[in-house]
């Protein structure tokens, strides 16, 4: 063989070899990439089953709910986990199906508004009906399987009254089998359906980067509601343990940075509080005065970092309000929220059922950070009350932490005194006085 031929075989193979190495690429590129989210919860290191997983994208402004005992999210990288199509707000409700894209079979809940012959079917993605059953169901959440065939894309339905509710599913598919199977498997749940966040947004979409919010929503042991937010950029698989606490976040605004601080929130009653006592600014030791320098400055518990890490600040009056007296000013809180009147104190405490209960409903429960007997503590309101004690109106010394929570409003009594809230761990009581202005005490937050 010449040499001419030679070469031309050479640039014959290379080009044959750069087309596979680019169609390689295209594929790849087009490959199907999944995160994986798994979640489970603890309340004070023992296990409790999840309630419901809300997800939210904060990078794309969507969200989704995983419901129990779905507690595994499998995304789709650029697709998300799917959106609904004919959609009318009618009180039936298909939620997200789990696992979603799946394998082999994936679980289907449907609520159910009233009882009612309702229609379920199942079409391919070019409208081809692959199974269907017609069946007339109690008011309730209902639960369905489906076992997939050799489709990408399944589009499940249901249909009563002129209304058709669907939800696409993604599907691994199984080059054996070409058959799908719906089966109905029976009634989860009778009673109406509490939902956290209602129906999940349509479209939900996710790609690399992406900052995630999940909140998990739990009973405790002693079948208080309780919830953990945490967020972060996922992994391909990423397993999540939430940590369970009495109370539910505020739907708008489940936690805020402030000052490099993460902030859960409380929706108690019409009020969205702080689930923790505010720790912002630079700490100062007790025996000097907090000043109007526009720098927030704090306390710390025995002068020891580690106490503000736990318990929060403990500051003076006229530092949490910024030198200003007009009730309810923002103070030392981030935007939006304000330093709560005595008003607004009391609007907690009567909703809680009067200042002879609320104290023990505002407790965290145990005696990890209470002294014990810890009285009464059942936290049922979620607003998580911490004794961090106080530093005293010389500044000579700190008293009564692990005993005491002490919380300021914005009210004055008169010039030199001011308001101040106090639970106490031997009783169940609040209390309401009046203390000295240069006191160092809690603070609490509360939305406008």
């Given at each position: 063989m010449n040499q001419k031929k030679i070469s031309y075989m050479k640039k014959v193979i290379l080009i044959i070899w750069i087309v596979l190495f680019l169609m390689g690429n295209a594929f790849a590129q087009k490959s199907v990439s999944v995160v994986e989210l798994s979640f489970t919860a603890g309340y004070y290191g023992q296990y409790v089953p999840l309630d419901s997983i809300l997800v939210e994208n904060l990078s794309k402004g969507c969200d989704t709910v995983l419901y129990f005992p779905d507690?595994?999210?499998?995304?789709?990288?650029?697709?998300?986990?799917?959106?609904?199509?004919?959609?009318?707000?009618?009180?039936?409700i298909i939620f997200p199906n789990f696992p979603n894209p799946f394998r082999e079979e994936t679980s289907i809940r449907v609520y159910v508004p009233e009882k009612q012959r309702i229609r379920f079917a199942v079409n391919n993605e070019v409208g081809m009906e692959l199974n269907s059953l017609i069946l007339v169901l109690d008011k309730g959440l209902h639960s369905f399987t489906l076992t997939g065939g050799n489709e990408h894309l399944y589009i499940f339905t249901a249909s009563c009254k002129g209304t058709i509710k669907a939800k696409q599913l993604l599907a691994f598919p199984d080059q054996v089998s070409t058959n799908c199977r719906l089966v109905y498997k029976g009634l989860v749940s009778s009673s109406s359906l509490i939902l956290k966040k209602g129906e999940s947004v349509d479209g939900f979409?996710?790609?690399?980067?992406?900052?995630?919010?999940?909140?998990?929503?739990?009973?405790?042991?002693?079948?208080?509601a309780g919830s953990d937010v945490t967020s972060n950029k996922p992994e391909q698989i990423q397993n999540y343990q939430f940590k369970i606490i009495e109370g539910i976040p505020c739907p708008d605004i489940p936690a805020l940075n402030y000052g490099g601080q993460v902030y859960i929130t409380v929706q108690i009653g019409t009020q969205c509080w702080f689930k923790e006592n505010l720790n912002i600014g630079t700490m100062i030791t007790g025996n000097n005065n907090q000043t109007n320098d526009s720098i927030i400055e704090k306390y710390c518990y025995n002068n020891d970092a580690a106490n503000c890490n736990v318990y929060g600040g403990l500051y003076q009056w006229d530092e949490m309000m910024q030198y200003d007296i007009i009730e309810g000013v923002q103070g030392i809180c981030p935007s939006g929220w304000h330093i709560?009147?005595?008003?607004?104190?009391?609007?907690l405490t009567d909703y809680l059922g009067s200042l002879w209960v609320a104290g023990g409903k505002m407790k965290e429960t145990d005696t990890t950070h209470w002294a014990s007997p810890n009285t009464g503590a059942t936290n049922s309101s979620g607003f998580t009350a911490l004794p961090g004690g106080f530093r005293t109106n010389s500044g000579t010394y700190f008293a009564n932490l692990?005993?005491?929570?002490?919380?300021?409003?914005?009210?004055?009594?008169?010039?030199?005194?001011?308001?101040w809230w106090i639970i106490a761990y031997n009783s169940s009581y609040v209390y309401q006085n009046y203390l000295f202005k240069n006191y160092g005490i809690s603070v609490r937050c509360l939305k406008n």
């Open positions: 507690t595994v999210l499998v995304l789709d990288i650029g697709t998300g986990i799917g959106t609904h199509y004919l959609s009318q707000d009618d009180g039936l979409t996710f790609s690399p980067s992406d900052s995630l919010r999940y909140t998990g929503y739990a009973q405790t042991p002693a079948g208080v709560p009147t005595n008003a607004e104190w009391m609007t692990t005993m005491e929570a002490y919380f300021w409003p914005s009210s004055q009594y008169s010039i030199p005194y001011a308001w």
